[in-house]
C-alpha cells in the first residue's frame, strides 16, 4: 500500500491508462486516418466488383473513377497517418468568415440532410429531373436563397440540363420516371 491507500499496481494501471488516453488526444486525427482507410476499401472493393460489361464502351469504362477515387481514399489516409504519426498537427479553423464563437447552424444541416434524404426517396418514383429539381431547389433554400419566382425555375432547369447530359451525351442512365416519353 502506497501513502493514498491506493495499491501500486492499481496506481501504476492509472497511470498507463492515463498515458494511453494522452497519446490517443494527441494523435486524434488517427481516427480520421482509420475512417478513410475504411473508406477507401469499400470504394475500392465494390468499384473492383462492378458488372460493367454492358456499359463498357471503350477504355474508360464505368470502373475507372471509383477505382482511382478508392486509391486515392487509401494513399491519403496512410500518408495522413504518417505525418500524424510523426508529429503533424491539423490547424485549428482560422478562416476569415468563420466565427469560432457561434454554435453551429444545424437548422441549414438539417434541412439540406433532408432535402438529400427525399431525393434518394423520390429519384425512382418521380425520376431524376423532378427529383432532381426538388434537391437543387431545396439546397439553395435551405443555403439561404429566398428568390420564390427565381430559384424553381433554375432548378427546373439545372435539372434538365444535368439529365439530358448524363443521359444522352454520357450514356449514364437515369430514372426519367413520369417523363420518361417527353424526354
Known amino acids: ?10 496506481e501504476e494501471r492509472d497511470e498507463r491508462s492515463k498515458d494511453r488516453r494522452a497519446w490517443l488526444r494527441e494523435h486524434s486525427e488517427l481516427g480520421v486516418c482509420v475512417m478513410l482507410l475504411a473508406l477507401g476499401a469499400v470504394v475500392l472493393t465494390d468499384a473492383l466488383t462492378m458488372d460493367v460489361e454492358i456499359t463498357q464502351r471503350g477504355p474508360v469504362g464505368p470502373k475507372t473513377v471509383p477505382v482511382a477515387v478508392g486509391i486515392g ?20 479553423e482560422g478562416g476569415e468568415d468563420v466565427d469560432l464563437s457561434e454554435p453551429a447552424d444545424w437548422r441549414t444541416v438539417l434541412l439540406l440532410a433532408g432535402v438529400f434524404l427525399a431525393t434518394a426517396v423520390l429519384i425512382e418514383p418521380v425520376g431524376f429531373p423532378v427529383a432532381g429539381a426538388l434537391l437543387f431547389w431545396g439546397a439553395a433554400y435551405a443555403l439561404g436563397s429566398r428568390a420564390v419566382h427565381r430559384d424553381p425555375l433554375i432548378a427546373a432547369g439545372l435539372s434538365l440540363v444535368t439529365y439530358a447530359v448524363f443521359n444522352n451525351l454520357l450514356g449514364v442512365p437515369l ?6 416519353g417527353v424526354l
Do not use: I, Q, W
Request: avoid cysteine; charge should be neutral.
Open 1 to 10: 500500500m502506497t501513502t493514498t491507500g491506493v495499491p501500486p499496481e492499481r
Open 73 to 92: 481514399l487509401l494513399l491519403v489516409s496512410v500518408l495522413l497517418a504518417v505525418d500524424v504519426l510523426r508529429g503533424g498537427r491539423g490547424e485549428a
Open 175 to 180: 430514372p426519367g420516371g413520369p417523363l420518361m
